[in-house]
């Protein structure tokens, strides 16, 4: 009812109703974006030193390794497929790139040197190789993702024991140490790669054939196949960037933390998944994206650092990521039902 007593039109009532529909529909986008507000005033008010330049730029360089290991798993998850390989894709990466560079005489590992360029080569071929595993598993033998990759996070682990034995490295070449832990005016360059990485995801999926037939593939696969699309040769594609973006986050962050050894990266695969799921990407595929994936990097870059500031009990932490990890998966679910009954 109008103030005037009068019932509302009905063209004002279906405004009301589209509105309403496009919020729901919208619902896996906005809520991320929400989250990230919300988080970025409570610990600006709770906390002095979280809102300044320098600390906007710790979360950045917080989260560049998630965001370039994320990159390769978002292709994954909008074919409605999962890796959890990638936290050990990327530390067995980063450990083959130490372990072909030529040690200080007090580390105790039997490596083999080699040149820089040659070591880095090799480690790519190596963690592309575990990719293209994961893709004939999943796509020639039949096995579904979820065991593929599972299968290879211990194998990969199993690679990183016996290429170290317990042992830590510390060299890597120059080029991984210089994007890994050095700036170019004031920017870490692991920080711009992350960007770029990010930002060639994006353009790979919304500009490219390639993309598009991503998409199809997780939208509808029985409809992409009836298009001709070749949908194993899409659902190999995206094993292996995933893997080989991994392998690049690896070998960078054995750089930025200093070390290669075992389990370093085990957190990564939680944290990546979270990214991109958090981000608002269906984990029925389809719909999602690079740029759901930078919100979800930055929530969880928020919350983390924002956490450290306001001096909350690392055990409530842990707590605290997987209710914000839950509530995602809870909103991702119900825009999956939403848009089933929309189709309906």
Known sequence: MTSEGVPMSKAHAH??????TLLRSQMRNIAPFLTLICLSLFFAVASPS???IDNVGNILTQVSVTGIIA?????VILCAEIDLSIASIANVTGIAVAYFTAQESYVNIANIPLPGFAAILLALLLCAALGLVNAFGLTVVGIPSFIMTLAMMQIAAGISALLVRGQIAYKVPSLIATLGSSSVAGIPWIVIVA???LLAGHLVLTYTRFGRYVYMVGGNREAAEYSGLNVKLILGSVMVISAVCSGIGGMLGVAHFGSAQQNEFDTYL?????????GGTSLFGGRGGIGNTIVGLFVL???NNGLDHVNIDSFLKILI?????????VINVYAQRLRAKAAD
């Open 15 to 20: 405004r009301t109703g589209r509105i309403a």
């Open 50 to 52: 979280f809102a300044t």
């Open 71 to 75: 990159v390769g798993l978002t292709f």
């Open 195 to 197: 960007a770029i990485m």
């Open 270 to 278: 939680l944290d990546s998944i979270a990214a991109v799921v958090v």
């Open 301 to 303: 870059g928020v919350l």
């Open 321 to 329: 990521r997987g209710l914000i990890l839950l509530a995602a998966l």
